[in-house]
């Protein structure tokens, strides 16, 4: 990939959450940029503000002409484009250079000391706190997240190009285009099993992962993971260690054990032990790149998490309405945890719509099993996103596996209806799909009925 001769970047499916950090990346380079999305968002129209031209139909008389010249023009296309899209096929059949959206990624992080965040879940949330621990202790950083900052109002955080911060997508592999001098695992739960086939071919993808860690890197791993490196856990002998645990005014404030220290009161503001880990290894991985511990805490108090992970969307005494980009049974599991924690003894609803039909069949029981836990359970068909129907699969087949009475299959055009004829005082949505779509209208909603 040729940057330098480079004045035109044509992305197909735009409005994905790391394709528009990208985006908004060559946007602030000075290089044109226009693309391809098959729905109007927020992110789109928020990158039309940006000046990116974007259309909504896939045929290339709409691509403007700028964009048809192979020597300029870089075509970036993520890997949720089905095979036979009209526009990829051109640009592929006429000597453009054409490249997936984690190809870029890793030849913009080659020229630069690069922190890597590896794992199948808390990866948004620990890129944007690490981006954020670093941007505020002043280091020249670009952050790619995978999700819009509460503190930047933004998927991107450009403070100068000498570091950058990447999320590590396990998806089709495509972390394996990286070279981090930093990286760290999360978690290695089993999922896209659509591409992996079984667990231990994911497993296998982290450890090619880890040795794509430059020479006299350094790899972070989750207390547990069958990989060796640097530890880190919650209230355990890791080499870094959260202790002395406390909840005050419905934040954490903590101290952290390092292999040489003990760095005592931080304060963070995102309920869940899932979340205080992730705040964990971003503390962790800025301790070793070498940040003081004051303004390390002081940076950590000031974070305010990642639009749809446990968003508060409604905040009173008698009613909570909460967002979350939860899609995995694990992810679930710790979204219930974390309502547990903050309220103890309230009714729940939770509102989910499946994602991937491959998902939804693979952890069917799953899926079950931690949805059963909440008080009220409402399911909205599968978000089919990339896939095709998969016979027999579907939300009311999920729905009968779910071992709980309060429970009902509805269509989203019901689910106002359904809102207001409960009387849970906690209300959650979750899921990866177009849900999110639907939280401004349920939160217009309940602040008329209130």
Same mark, same amino acid.
């Given at each position: 990939?040729n940057l330098e001769r480079t004045n035109n970047v044509y992305f197909i499916g735009i409005g994905g959450i790391g394709m528009s950090a990208l985006a908004r990346y060559f946007v602030a380079k000075g290089l044109t940029v226009g693309g391809y999305d098959k729905t109007k968002t927020d992110i789109t129209d $928020?990158?039309? $503000?940006?000046?990116?031209? %974007?259309?909504?139909? =896939?045929?290339?008389?709409?691509?403007?002409?700028?964009?048809?010249?192979?020597?300029?023009?870089?075509?970036?296309?993520? *890997?949720?484009?089905?095979?036979?899209?009209?526009?990829?096929? @051109?640009?592929?059949? &006429?000597?453009?250079?054409?490249?997936?959206?984690?190809?870029?990624?890793?030849? %913009?992080?080659? +020229?630069?000391?690069?922190?890597?965040?590896?794992?199948?879940?808390?990866?948004?949330?620990?890129?944007?706190?690490?981006?954020?621990?670093?941007?505020?202790?002043?280091?020249?950083?670009?952050?790619?997240?995978?999700? %819009?900052?509460? &503190? @930047?109002?933004?998927?991107?955080?450009?403070?100068?190009?000498?570091?950058? #911060?990447?999320?590590?997508?396990?998806?089709?592999?495509?972390?394996?285009?990286?070279?981090?001098?930093?990286?760290?695992?999360?978690?290695?739960?089993? =999922?896209?099993?659509?591409? @992996?086939?079984? /667990?231990?071919?994911?497993?296998?993808?982290?450890?090619?992962?880890?040795?794509?860690?430059? *020479?006299?890197?350094?790899?972070?791993?989750?207390?547990? !993971?069958?990989?060796?490196?640097?530890?880190?856990?919650?209230?355990?002998?890791?080499?870094?260690?959260?202790?002395?645990?406390?909840? #005050?005014?419905?934040? @954490?404030?903590?101290?952290?054990?390092?292999?040489?220290?003990? !760095?005592?009161?931080?304060?963070?503001?995102?309920?869940?032990?899932?979340?205080?880990?992730?705040?964990?290894? $971003?503390?962790?991985?800025?301790?070793?790149?070498?940040?003081?511990?004051? +303004?390390? $805490?002081? /940076?950590?108090?000031?974070?305010?998490?990642?639009?749809?992970?446990?968003?508060?969307?409604?905040?009173t005494d008698e009613l909570v309405f909460i967002d979350d980009y939860a899609h995995h049974p694990e992810e679930i599991n710790a979204v219930y945890q974390a309502v547990r924690e903050m309220y103890p003894s309230k009714k729940v609803l939770a509102i989910f719509q499946p994602h991937l039909f491959s998902r939804?069949?693979?952890? /069917?029981?799953?899926?079950?099993?931690?949805?059963?836990?909440?008080?009220? %359970?409402?399911?909205?068909?599968?978000?089919?996103?990339?896939?095709?129907?998969?016979?027999?699969?579907?939300?009311?087949?999920?729905?009968?596996?779910?071992?709980?009475?309060?429970?009902?299959?509805?269509?989203?055009?019901?689910?106002? +209806?359904?809102?207001?004829?409960?009387?849970?005082?906690?209300?959650?949505?979750?899921?990866?799909?177009?849900?999110?779509?639907?939280?401004?209208?349920?939160?217009?909603?309940?602040?008329?009925?209130?």
């Amino acid at each position: 990939m040729n940057l330098e001769r480079t004045n035109n970047v044509y992305f197909i499916g735009i409005g994905g959450i790391g394709m528009s950090a990208l985006a908004r990346y060559f946007v602030a380079k000075g290089l044109t940029v226009g693309g391809y999305d098959k729905t109007k968002t927020d992110i789109t129209d $928020a990158l039309v $503000a940006l000046g990116v031209s %974007i259309h909504f139909e =896939d045929d290339v008389k709409h691509v403007k002409s700028e964009f048809l010249n192979p020597e300029t023009s870089l075509i970036v296309y993520t *890997p949720a484009i089905p095979k036979a899209h009209k526009e990829l096929t @051109y640009f592929r059949s &006429n000597g453009f250079e054409v490249l997936k959206r984690s190809a870029v990624l890793g030849e %913009i992080t080659k +020229q630069t000391f690069c922190l890597a965040v590896a794992g199948t879940h808390g990866k948004t949330t620990t890129t944007s706190i690490l981006g954020h621990l670093l941007n505020t202790c002043g280091v020249e950083v670009t952050a790619f997240l995978g999700g %819009i900052s509460e &503190n @930047y109002n933004s998927n991107l955080i450009l403070n100068g190009t000498e570091v950058t #911060v990447v999320e590590a997508d396990e998806f089709d592999r495509s972390f394996l285009t990286l070279s981090p001098d930093f990286a760290c695992i999360t978690s290695m739960d089993a =999922d896209h099993l659509d591409i @992996y086939g079984d /667990a231990s071919e994911l497993v296998k993808s982290f450890e090619d992962f880890s040795e794509r860690i430059k *020479p006299n890197g350094k790899l972070f791993v989750k207390s547990g !993971l069958p990989i060796q490196g640097i530890t880190y856990g919650i209230e355990d002998n890791s080499d870094y260690s959260v202790k002395n645990i406390k909840i #005050v005014n419905g934040s @954490y404030v903590f101290d952290v054990k390092t292999p040489n220290a003990l !760095l005592e009161n931080f304060k963070f503001s995102l309920p869940g032990r899932h979340n205080l880990s992730n705040a964990l290894i $971003a503390l962790a991985m800025s301790v070793e790149y070498g940040l003081p511990h004051p +303004q390390l $805490a002081k /940076a950590l108090a000031s974070y305010k998490g990642v639009k749809r992970r446990f968003t508060y969307q409604i905040k009173t005494d008698e009613l909570v309405f909460i967002d979350d980009y939860a899609h995995h049974p694990e992810e679930i599991n710790a979204v219930y945890q974390a309502v547990r924690e903050m309220y103890p003894s309230k009714k729940v609803l939770a509102i989910f719509q499946p994602h991937l039909f491959s998902r939804t069949q693979d952890f /069917a029981d799953e899926f079950a099993k931690s949805l059963a836990n909440f008080d009220e %359970i409402v399911l909205l068909d599968i978000y089919p996103a990339r896939e095709l129907p998969i016979e027999g699969v579907t939300s009311q087949w999920l729905l009968d596996k779910i071992e709980n009475q309060n429970k009902k299959l509805v269509q989203k055009s019901e689910l106002i +209806q359904t809102i207001n004829q409960s009387n849970a005082p906690v209300i959650l949505t979750i899921g990866a799909g177009d849900i999110g779509e639907e939280v401004k209208h349920i939160k217009n909603a309940l602040n008329l009925a209130s």
